[in-house]
């Protein structure tokens, strides 16, 4: 049998653990609504990893939103996920990412690739956007993207996160769609 205060500290985490999952779906909700709006994208879908042999939390948790461009955005879980990237800082934060390929929901050629620093070569980073180009494993081919980070800690309790996000990711992803 557990210890009292053990078992009062298992059970404070798990609830802390739900909220914090809970208020990254409200952040998500609501970038969903913007970007589709903002930039006329319809299709959408949230993603996270899973290991089916043990429960443990994922890697990264994501919010893939499609039409003709596409904007992949990961909430960093780990200290792995960005642990040998150049220009990413290895925090709890928000990933973007865009490109125009087809398939906004492909996280592993994609986004993961630029959050992993993995088969891309990033041409430059200006001001806080990395662009490179993604490489395509089974061919020559690239795909230009552009990406940017935003700490979670923007995002705080009790300030208007509709205000929030308007200052720190879509007024970013306007001047990507720009360039």
């Known amino acids: 049998m557990m210890e009292k205060d053990v078992t009062e500290n298992f059970f404070n985490n798990v609830e802390w653990f739900n909220n914090y999952f809970s208020d990254i779906g409200q952040i998500f ?7 589709k709006k903002e930039f006329k994208l ?23 939103i499609g039409g003709h461009n596409s904007v992949q955005i990961f909430v960093n879980l780990t200290r792995d996920l960005l642990e040998n990237h150049p220009y990413f800082v290895n925090e709890p934060s928000i990933i973007v990412v865009t490109h ?3 398939r906004y929901d492909w996280v592993d050629g994609l ?17 806080g956007i990395n662009s490179g180009e993604i ?7 690239t ?18 996160l509709e205000e ?4 720190n990711v879509i007024s970013k992803l306007k001047d990507l769609v720009k360039s």
């Open 164 to 167: 929030i996000i308007d200052k």
């Open 42 to 64: 319809d299709k959408e879908l949230q993603y996270y990893s899973k290991l089916m042999h043990q429960p443990s939390i994922p890697d990264y948790y994501c919010l893939l």
């Open 100 to 102: 125009k390929h087809p």
């Open 29 to 35: 909700k609501t970038l969903s609504d913007k970007i």
């Open 111 to 127: 986004g993961l690739n630029v959050l992993k620093n993995q088969n891309i070569n990033i041409n430059r980073n200006k001001a």
């Open 143 to 160: 795909l230009p993207f552009k990406a940017f980070q935003v700490r979670l800690d923007h995002f705080k309790s009790g300030e208007n």
């Open 135 to 141: 490489k395509f494993k089974s061919s020559e081919d």
